[in-house]
């Protein structure tokens, strides 16, 4: 009877695990601490309402629409804040003993990041845009992705800490690379990466890149312009960290998965 209940059992198990997929099941990586407006959730190809509180897995797609807000906290206290008519997606979260490892992706709108040191162990946090990168170990940036004309252009602005900034071209190559401090902007079109100061009063989706401004160390490939303002934007930022160094990975697209 025992033998033929603990079958029944286990039978009942691997049909579960079969029909539901299984980041139904995984556990949550984070939760929502504020929702405002009309945010929706794709969680495991089922779309939802999320609350103050609901539970964030890995592959899960967060839309906020217009005048609509959310922000998310991680399971390493780490926060992202989501401007409307953003389109973000948890690409991949986790952390395992001394191992840490966070990839994000921004494909339209505006994000809002604070990310937690993570001590005595290996780090990686990356946000990818259409088209460049920013991330990384204790540090506050913020990004915007837009159209500034015909151009998909990416803005990354470190608020705290520093960044490493990579450009990709149209097949998704690293094409230059530059990391930018705290109070610096940079944004990313075209392949082309272009440093200046934060300016003062600028709206969300200014730049204000001017001449004889520019913080270019560390570029490695390509050529940085440094000239007129450039509205807001960018192409993608991604900053990956591993123990004590900052080091780039480039992403491809936005549907690139590690």
């Known amino acids: 009877m025992i033998r033929t209940r603990l079958k029944a059992f286990l039978v009942a198990l691997l049909v579960i695990q079969l029909v539901i997929p299984s980041t139904i099941l995984a556990a949550a990586i984070g939760q929502f601490s504020s929702v405002v407006g009309d945010v929706t959730q794709t969680t495991a190809g089922v779309v ?6 609901s539970p964030i897995q890995p592959k899960d797609l967060i839309v906020t629409g217009g005048r609509s807000t959310a922000s998310m906290i991680f399971d390493d206290e780490s926060t992202i804040g989501l401007a409307p008519n953003s389109n973000f997606e948890v690409k991949e979260f986790y952390i395992q003993e001394k191992t840490r490892k966070g990839l994000f992706s921004l494909t339209i709108g505006k994000l809002t990041a604070d990310v937690r040191k993570f001590i005595g162990g290996d780090s990686s946090f990356e946000v990818g845009t259409p088209t460049a ?22 803005t990354i602005t470190c608020t705290s800490g520093a960044l490493t900034v990579s450009a990709l071209s149209v097949t998704g190559v690293v094409v230059s690379t530059t990391t930018i401090v705290a109070g610096q902007t940079a944004v990313v079109s075209g392949g082309v990466i272009s440093v200046s100061a934060t300016v003062v009063g600028a709206g969300a989706g200014a730049a204000g890149v001017s001449a004889g401004t520019a913080a270019t160390a560390g570029v490695t490939v390509g050529t940085v312009a ?33």
Do not use: L, N
């Open 48 to 53: 939802i309402k999320p609350e103050v509180k």
């Open 133 to 154: 990168v920013a991330g990384v170990r204790g540090t506050g940036f913020e990004i915007t992705v837009g159209m500034v004309g015909t151009q998909m252009t990416t």
């Open 226 to 258: 440094v000239g007129a303002a450039v509205a807001a934007a960018a192409v993608a930022a991604v900053v990956t960290t591993t123990g004590s160094e900052t080091t780039t990975t480039h992403h491809t697209t936005t549907t690139h998965h590690h």
